[in-house]
């Protein structure tokens, strides 16, 4: 698993006391209950003097947390009786201590050869550290054995039973694998240090990730990192130009929105308590948020306490529609040690009280690594608490139309292995994915890699919108505001907002669907466009535009794209409420504009009946608008049929241009 090394000091720490704490209990139950169900009050698996000094000896030395001179006499004792049990399984504990697993496991495998019935706890413990180390075929076999004892502890027992599920599905899955060929994404990001917890924009385009810049003096330095992409191939990474942002202390697990204008980060305690220079905090780790402006970044800015709380907020993924922030916290009333929960964004800019996924994604175990793709419907996450390898694997469960989550499903081998997989990043394509491994053939350390993702395991297809806002006169860039509606429900799927800086924007297009897109900024007419993305042949092609906004005077045409007429008639397809109720609330927003509506076509046809058809259906929007609230008296309308063309009636593309409906500005 990759922890940020706040996160990772967090989790060790409290690792090694538990550890030490349960090999203890293990040690002291295990030798003296157990095991003395077996022998006599008072006396050891050996009757060699020597031997007992040498393990008592050794006992007080492990009591004072002297593991390798305890090792010595454990040594000694085993040298002196070879038969002596007790020796063997503490020895197991101080190997898997020190993570010498095969060690650990020899240890056991002496102990259960001189007796398998001296304690029925050994084949549950070498179970579990044979599945550390992918050893499944005999992992089974031991747990097997252990459940058919009796006077199991009933956790022990449950553990036991999944884990032959583990070992039962491990051993299919590496007998099916997955297609996985990792390719190093390269010296433009990867160098000697780690590099991990990628973050892509949807354009592919730029490259956000976290790199240790440790020093001699300095064994753990975590920066966010930048690359860009340039003919193919990421350039050289660099710090993310912000002052507030990378700090002496460590920042870890960003999220980049899809246009990459917001970046989402995690921000734990240090040891005296700090969340860095002039950032407040709340509990042992908090979700912080920076916004791009030009090419800078502003300063980053705690949450708040709706999302943020006493306890830890960590791993924050941010949706492309804008709207919900999923993340991962050990809060009270969740599921297991970490749950997954999303906080969705209020019309007033704050975020709302967050929810718990359920138990349909949240399990009885720890669930980490959240990422929900642009698709806005497909959650990636880490779970040590479902039928896997063991540790830690991958899963994705999707989200149906009801917004009700399906059942997670392992990503297979091996993507997920006996060890802790954690930090998944699909690309907006679906089909590329993105993950840190230390695996040989690097430039060090941990090292960021790309792989093609297998098709069951992609999200839904996308595209993207992307170019910049500007000022019709004056060129200037704006920070407009985008809708992006589904005309089929009028519903708004996606907001978001231009750079203020340089006016630049990115969208993404979820396929398979038509949708209006509306973008509108104060002072400024509002812009409509039309993406029937149902009829698209190349459905990875992005849109490349910019979009023009011209203020609000006299004389300014909208034109609105997404209204909609049956063929020859004038009556209004329902897909035209969402452009119409756009302009409505523009009208109301700007009190004193008065406009003429006016419909348009094309050259087919008798002249007269298309004037007649296009005052018609100019009338059936202003009719619209007046039974929605709109003064009457504040418009007007009028149909010019063909005698307006935006160009020549000479193919079927540019007479489908000229059938429109516009609204223009008589006065202000």
Not at 84 to 106: R, T
Not at 454 to 476: C, F, H, M, Q, W
Request: glycine fraction near 8%.
């Amino acid at each position: 698993m990759v922890y940020n090394a706040v996160e990772f000091n967090y989790f060790k720490k409290k690792y090694l006391i538990q550890m030490k704490n349960i090999f203890f209990l293990i040690t002291l139950i295990g030798l003296f209950f157990s095991c003395k169900a077996q022998l006599p009050p008072g006396e050891y698996t050996s009757k060699n003097k020597k031997a007992i000094a040498h393990f008592e000896n050794a006992m007080k030395l492990y009591q004072q947390q002297k593991d390798d001179d305890a090792k010595e006499a454990l040594l000694k004792a085993v040298e002196k009786d070879s038969t002596f049990i007790e020796p063997h399984l503490l020895l197991a504990e101080i190997y898997q201590i020190k993570g010498n697993i095969p060690a650990a496991i020899k240890e056991y495998e002496k102990a259960i050869r001189i007796s398998p019935d001296f304690n029925i706890n050994n084949f549950y413990n070498i179970g579990r550290l044979e599945m550390k180390i992918g050893d499944y075929k005999n992992a089974k076999v031991d747990f097997e054995r252990f459940l058919k004892k009796q006077h199991i502890n009933p956790d022990s027992r449950e553990i036991a039973e999944r884990n032959v599920e583990n070992c039962n599905f491990a051993l299919d899955a590496i007998n099916n694998p997955k297609p996985f060929k990792p390719l190093n994404l390269g010296e433009g990001i990867n160098t000697d240090l780690d590099e991990y917890f990628p973050a892509i924009t949807a354009d592919d385009q730029t490259f956000l990730f976290t790199r240790n810049n440790r020093t001699e003096r300095i064994a753990t330095q975590e920066d966010f990192m930048i690359s860009k992409k340039a003919n193919g191939a990421w350039q050289k990474a660099y710090l993310i130009p912000s002052a507030g942002i990378n700090t002496q202390g460590n920042e870890g697990a960003p999220s980049l929105s899809v246009d990459g204008q917001i970046l989402f980060f995690t921000v734990c305690q240090d040891q005296t308590g700090s969340f860095g220079p002039g950032r407040k905090g709340y509990g042992g780790c908090d979700i912080f948020y920076a916004q791009k402006v030009g090419d800078a970044w502003s300063k980053p800015y705690n949450l708040g306490t709706t999302v943020n709380t006493q306890f830890r907020e960590t791993q924050p993924s941010f949706s492309a529609d804008g709207k919900s922030l999923y993340f991962a916290s050990n809060r009270p009333g969740g599921m297991g040690e970490h749950d997954i929960y999303v906080s969705e964004l209020n019309p007033d800019g704050s975020w709302g009280r967050p929810s718990n996924l359920g138990k349909n994604v949240n399990s009885k175990g720890d669930e980490q690594s959240v990422f929900i793709h642009p698709d806005g419907r497909t959650l990636y996450f880490s779970s040590n608490g479902r039928v896997g390898m063991g540790g830690y694997d991958i899963y994705l469960v999707r989200k149906d139309n009801k917004g009700v989550w399906g059942t997670p499903v392992n990503l297979g081998y091996p993507l997920n292995t006996y060890g802790d997989e954690n930090s998944l990043l699909v690309g907006a394509s679906g089909d590329i994915a993105y993950f840190a491994s230390n695996r040989a053939g690097g430039l060090g350390g941990l090292d960021m890699y790309k792989f093609e993702l297998y098709k069951e395991a992609r999200p839904d297809l996308i595209t993207y919108l992307k170019g910049k806002v500007y000022d019709v006169r004056s060129n200037a860039p704006l920070g407009a505001h985008f809708e992006l509606i589904d005309l089929e429900t009028a519903k708004t799927v996606i907001e978001s907002d231009a750079n203020s800086g340089n006016g630049e924007f990115l969208v993404t297009l979820p396929v398979d669907k038509n949708y209006a897109l509306n973008v509108s900024m104060p002072g400024y007419l509002f812009y409509s466009e039309n993406f029937a993305l149902k009829e698209l042949t190349d459905k990875t092609k992005p849109f490349l535009m910019d979009v023009p906004m011209q203020p609000i005077d006299t004389g300014y045409v909208i034109e609105l794209k997404n209204v909609f007429f049956e063929t020859a008639k004038f009556d209004l397809k329902p897909q035209s409420k969402a452009e119409l109720n756009k302009l409505i609330t523009f009208l109301n927003a700007n009190k004193n504009i008065r406009g003429e509506l006016s419909g348009h076509t094309d050259n087919v046809g008798d002249k007269k009946l298309n004037m007649t058809l296009s005052l018609n259906r100019a009338r059936t929007v202003y009719d619209y608008l007046v039974a929605n609230g709109v003064d009457a008296r504040r418009l007007t309308y009028k149909g010019y049929g063909d005698t307006k063309p935006k160009v020549k009636n000479d193919s079927e593309t540019n007479r489908a241009i000229n059938r429109r409906t516009e609204f223009k500005v008589v006065s202000k």
